[in-house]
């Protein structure tokens, strides 16, 4: 329908000015498009929107309403992830059948070389950095983008039939998605989050499931055998299926046998690994390294390279991150934990007694599930932000009574300080997005961070 040479000269609105809106703007410009930039946010100022554009690139900015006139001869609206497909406004689009694409859709069009799609509810970063390693020992050049905070748009036109782009992919991007293939794509879990988004399981699962969509019986598909929603994926899959698992040992596939990894295929394992010769930690980071792995291999990197690299890796910042010890306690930032799912993975990674910070932005979460995986390990639950009363009280409903509720993060610290003895660990895994009072869990981490290094050694 649309690539490089279709767009030359044609009107194209970006919805959106942040890093997708951004990233999408330049590429269209770079390919002969007259972009126009447009944000509802009507407190932004026309000249500070200008300024995130590089030095040359121009675009028409219209912020606060759009008008009718301003779709008059539009070819096409680039969505960014963070504007609903399912509103009014959308619909605008469609009644005078303007093309929606989202940043990734795009990209995608704009392109070249190989291409590894990777979403899924929890472990999509962790995931997607180590495959970006991986393929980094292996190949001269591979781009990772997406959801991990890089515009696929900002390295796609200079994507050569050489190259490896790793992509990190969210439901909201999922959503917008045409002719997007990836060669390797993987669906790590499909757990409940972005509900107020997407409504209902059966929709999260089926966006989940686009990755796979264009996909053929020569490209492969990486699913999770022990999740319910990705394992029915599987059976209605075009591309070749790989699965992995921590839990049942698979005639072919990746799985987990006590404390090793093996590899089997048509009923013949072979030991690749011990989970204690890599630095993450947890079952949920065994999953994401099997999933590297059986991505990596479809990509056909040695299985030698990928298991050096994979013992050299570290922890992605802010999941489960150890910060330091500081008199005597272990500080974890886990502020990627975003919904009750992930949060688990963080509360499970724990063996020591720990005085855990939760809450956030409220995204019609059910926390019973999350509590439960305290299994007697939090000695104080300490709550934030706008979800803490709807936790307090399902925790008090599952028998937890120390709860602390808190009025700012600042104060959510200082109480874990207070109740944390030596020998404890303080985790920040809040099952909840940041939003409302941190632009993002990347922010709400860092200030964690700073708060644990400036604490004396002794008081």
């Given at each position: 329908?649309?690539?490089?040479?279709?767009?030359?000269?044609?009107?194209?609105?970006?919805?959106?000015?942040?890093?997708?809106?951004?990233g999408a703007t330049e590429a269209l410009w770079r390919v002969g498009a007259h972009p126009i930039l447009f944000d509802a946010?009507?407190?932004?100022?026309?000249?500070?929107?200008?300024?995130?554009?590089?030095?040359?690139?121009?675009?028409?900015?219209?912020?606060?309403?759009?008008?009718?006139?301003?779709?008059?001869?539009?070819?096409?609206?680039?969505?960014?992830?963070?504007?609903?497909?399912?509103?009014?406004?959308?619909?605008?689009?469609?009644?005078?059948?303007?093309?929606?694409?989202?940043?990734?859709?795009?990209?995608?069009?704009?392109?070249?070389?190989?291409?590894?799609?990777?979403?899924?509810?929890?472990?999509?970063?962790?995931?997607?950095?180590?495959?970006?390693?991986?393929?980094?020992?292996?190949?001269?050049?591979?781009?990772?983008?997406?959801?991990?905070?890089?515009?696929?748009?900002?390295?796609?036109?200079?994507?050569?039939?050489?190259?490896?782009?790793?992509?990190?992919?969210?439901?909201?991007?999922?959503?917008?998605?045409?002719?997007?293939?990836?060669?390797?794509?993987?669906?790590?879990?499909?757990?409940?989050?972005?509900?107020?988004?997407?409504?209902?399981?059966?929709?999260?699962?089926?966006?989940?499931?686009?990755?796979?969509?264009?996909?053929?019986?020569?490209?492969?598909?990486?699913?999770?055998?022990?999740?319910?929603?990705?394992?029915?994926?599987?059976?209605?899959?075009?591309?070749?299926?790989?699965?992995?698992?921590?839990?049942?040992?698979?005639?072919?596939?990746?799985?987990?046998?006590?404390?090793?990894?093996?590899?089997?295929?048509?009923?013949?394992?072979?030991?690749?690994?011990?989970?204690?010769?890599?630095?993450?930690?947890?079952?949920?980071?065994?999953?994401?390294?099997?999933?590297?792995?059986?991505?990596?291999?479809?990509?056909?990197?040695?299985?030698?390279?990928?298991?050096?690299?994979?013992?050299?890796?570290?922890?992605?910042?802010?999941?489960?991150?150890?910060v330091a010890t500081k008199r005597g306690v272990d500080y974890y930032n886990d502020s990627k934990g975003t919904n009750p799912?992930?949060?688990?993975?963080?509360?499970?990674?724990?063996?020591?007694?720990?005085?855990?910070?939760?809450?956030?932005?409220?995204?019609?979460?059910?926390?019973?599930?999350?509590?439960?995986?305290?299994?007697?390990?939090?000695?104080?639950?300490?709550?934030?932000?706008?979800?803490?009363?709807?936790?307090?009280?399902?925790?008090?409903?599952?028998?937890?009574?120390?709860?602390?509720?808190?009025?700012?993060?600042?104060?959510?610290?200082?109480?874990?300080?207070?109740?944390?003895?030596?020998?404890?660990?303080?985790?920040?895994?809040?099952?909840?997005?940041?939003?409302?009072?941190?632009?993002?869990?990347?922010?709400?981490?860092?200030?964690?961070?700073?708060?644990?290094?400036?604490?004396?050694?002794?008081?």
């Amino acid at each position: 329908m649309f690539g490089e040479n279709e767009l030359k000269n044609k009107k194209v609105l970006v919805i959106g000015s942040g890093l997708s809106g951004i990233g999408a703007t330049e590429a269209l410009w770079r390919v002969g498009a007259h972009p126009i930039l447009f944000d509802a946010n009507e407190k932004l100022e026309t000249e500070s929107v200008k300024a995130k554009l590089k030095q040359g690139i121009e675009a028409d900015i219209i912020l606060g309403e759009l008008p009718e006139e301003a779709l008059a001869d539009v070819s096409l609206a680039v969505f960014s992830p963070g504007v609903p497909t399912d509103t009014e406004f959308a619909e605008r689009f469609r009644t005078r059948n303007i093309t929606i694409w989202g940043e990734i859709e795009l990209a995608y069009r704009l392109g070249n070389g190989k291409v590894i799609g990777i979403t899924g509810t929890n472990g999509k970063t962790t995931t997607t950095s180590l495959v970006g390693e991986i393929m980094a020992a292996h190949c001269t050049k591979v781009d990772v983008v997406g959801n991990i905070g890089n515009p696929y748009t900002l390295t796609a036109l200079s994507a050569t039939e050489n190259t490896v782009t790793v992509a990190e992919i969210s439901s909201f991007q999922l959503e917008t998605i045409d002719r997007f293939c990836p060669d390797v794509s993987a669906i790590l879990n499909i757990t409940p989050d972005h509900l107020n988004r997407h409504h209902t399981m059966e929709n999260y699962a089926a966006v989940k499931e686009f990755i796979t969509k264009n996909q053929t019986a020569n490209q492969t598909c990486v699913l999770n055998y022990d999740n319910i929603y990705t394992k029915a994926i599987g059976d209605r899959c075009f591309a070749h299926v790989v699965w992995f698992s921590v839990v049942h040992r698979l005639h072919d596939g990746f799985y987990l046998d006590g404390e090793d990894i093996y590899f089997a295929k048509e009923g013949e394992s072979t030991r690749l690994m011990n989970i204690h010769d890599m630095n993450l930690v947890g079952m949920c980071n065994v999953e994401n390294v099997m999933a590297a792995i059986a991505i990596t291999q479809a990509m056909n990197v040695p299985m030698e390279t990928i298991l050096s690299v994979i013992k050299h890796f570290k922890a992605v910042e802010h999941r489960i991150e150890f910060v330091a010890t500081k008199r005597g306690v272990d500080y974890y930032n886990d502020s990627k934990g975003t919904n009750p799912d992930a949060a688990i993975q963080g509360i499970k990674a724990m063996s020591k007694p720990t005085v855990l910070i939760g809450g956030g932005y409220d995204k019609q979460s059910e926390y019973d599930e999350w509590i439960e995986a305290f299994d007697d390990k939090v000695k104080c639950l300490v709550l934030i932000g706008q979800t803490r009363e709807k936790i307090a009280d399902c925790a008090r409903k599952h028998g937890v009574k120390n709860i602390i509720l808190a009025e700012s993060f600042d104060e959510a610290f200082e109480v874990c300080v207070k109740q944390a003895q030596s020998g404890d660990a303080v985790l920040l895994s809040p099952a909840c997005a940041s939003w409302g009072m941190f632009p993002n869990y990347e922010v709400r981490g860092k200030l964690f961070k700073e708060l644990v290094n400036s604490l004396e050694e002794s008081e």
